[in-house]
């Protein structure tokens, strides 16, 4: 969605996200952010996954609807730029990341638009363990998986764990129920913390 000057608009993002829904697309990934906010952004049934740059967690990315996600270091540490907050739900591997780039060059990258890939792949190993299941299904078990490494108000949930969520998927499965007040922050698992 973003033109030669990596700028947008919000009509254009709508209709990025109106195609993705037309061709039933489950996850959108964006890692942008935009400081206007626009009702005609808020969509339901599909889950939203985007990164909050500059430091604060902007648009699409602040949105109850849409799972923000932040950025780690090596260490657990937020580096400068990532998204923080009482908006972050969980953060992601966003410092140094490899990526393919101009010409099909291997380049290094960094920010909140490594780490959302992340949190789709993520979602994406999840939901095809059984693809009738909602996306508020599948974005309460990341953040009820996520390893805590710092505080709520930073991290949110914590760090996104793969393998945890892979491997306590049935057992989550059994206890959640599909209500929108329902919250799974302070979840375990047979009485283990992801710490």
């Not at 061709?23 to 959108?28: E, G, H, L, T, V």
């Not at 508020?136 to 793969?162: K, M, N, V, W």
Request: charged content about 25%.
């Amino acid at each position: 969605v973003l033109d030669e000057n990596n700028e947008t608009s919000v009509e254009r993002v709508i209709q990025a996200i109106d195609w993705a829904i037309e061709k039933d697309s489950d996850i959108i990934s964006m890692s942008f952010g935009m400081k206007v906010d626009s009702e005609k952004l808020h969509r339901a049934g599909i889950l939203l996954v985007a990164a909050g740059n500059d430091g604060e967690t902007e648009y699409p990315a602040a949105y109850k609807e849409v799972m923000s996600v932040g950025a780690v270091d090596s260490v657990a540490s937020q580096p400068k730029g990532s998204a923080g907050g009482k908006d972050v739900e969980v953060v992601a591997p966003g410092e140094f990341i490899l990526s393919r780039g101009a010409f099909d060059s291997m380049q290094i990258f960094s920010g909140t638009s490594m780490a959302v890939p992340h949190v789709v792949g993520l979602a994406s190993m999840l939901w095809q363990k059984d693809t009738s299941r909602t996306a508020g299904f599948i974005r309460s078990l990341i953040g009820a998986t996520a390893r805590e490494c710092g505080t709520s108000g930073e991290y949110g949930h914590g760090l996104i764990d793969c393998e945890y969520a892979l491997e306590h998927y049935d057992e989550f499965a059994a206890l959640y129920q599909e209500e929108e007040s329902a919250d799974y922050s302070d979840f375990t698992l047979d009485g283990m913390e992801n710490e």
